[in-house]
């Protein structure tokens, strides 16, 4: 731990694990000298595309979310599974989109929760774009369509709460950001 | 579960359990057909809040995170506690930051993680500010600092990492669009 960590840490231990996750429970002292415990989620690391065609228009896949038990819109990704981050992106666009792009951009890095993940997701932006030959069935999500959509729809999509999930939002703040500087 | 729900849940445990979180595991057959399991993680769901001065600047704090064991800038929020949200935003903004605000409104709920997690956001726009008078210091978070910045710096600090978390970042595209829609 490091030499500014207000938490000290006593011991950890594993609680839960699957091929997905794992849960620990640490015992600590609190920053206010108290003693405790805190869970914490491990998971592997994520990507999400954006992927842009020639108007700036971001594709957006309609999926169902298992924890939240609904239907909704969001930005392509998933976890990288260890591997290099691009050909992570690539393999997750063109099997959940059908999308192949030649050129790729890292703009960012963040968590996904701050008080109880240590996931990190990063977030690429995908340009020339073209359609690959297949779209690969995945077991892990159900997407029953996709849509190119202006960052304006975007924006109101998330108003009416049709785009209602933070990675997909994060990465919406990142790109909108990424475009201005361009 | 809903009829247009892809996923057929077979059996459900609890696996792990502390007063802030529930890791159930799912035994589940997935959209393809095949059998397996989910782990999903119920929490409480939180408040955000952007607490806006008269020249749009918004307050950020500087808090560490436990899992991730980092130091950075994030809005203030936290678990709602059951209560009504309002009253889990003003006690959020004033126990982080000695913050009173007049004038609340609500700008969007969000989910924090798509594939992992059940719990929701709201996030709060905080407007009419005054000091309180006293911070009342929370067990589980360690606050060093805080500073009102405007959204020009805070895109700044995005870009370069300072800020770095989903959930605020989230809350910043949020504001943004709710502001220029003003």
Redesign the interface.
Known sequence: ??S????KLLSSKT??Q?P??R?R?DS?I???G?E??????E?KDSVIVAALNEKNEVYLIRS??????I?HW?LPG?GSDGEEIRLASKRELEEETGIIAETWDEI????????????K?ITLVARDLSIGSKIA??????IDGGKFVSLKEV?RM??A?EI???????A???L??WLQKD
Chains 1, 2 share one sequence.
């Open positions: 731990m490091r500014d960590n207000p938490w609680v839960y699957n997905w996750i849960v429970e600590v609190h920053p206010s108290k405790g415990i805190y869970g914490v989620i998971s169902f979310s298992y924890p939240a038990q239907w969001e998933g960012g890095t963040t968590r996904v929760s701050d008080g109880l993940m240590t996931e997701m069935k995945e077991d892990e999500n159900h924006s998330v108003t709460g209602n999930e933070g990675q997909t939002i994060t919406l703040y990142l909108e950001h």
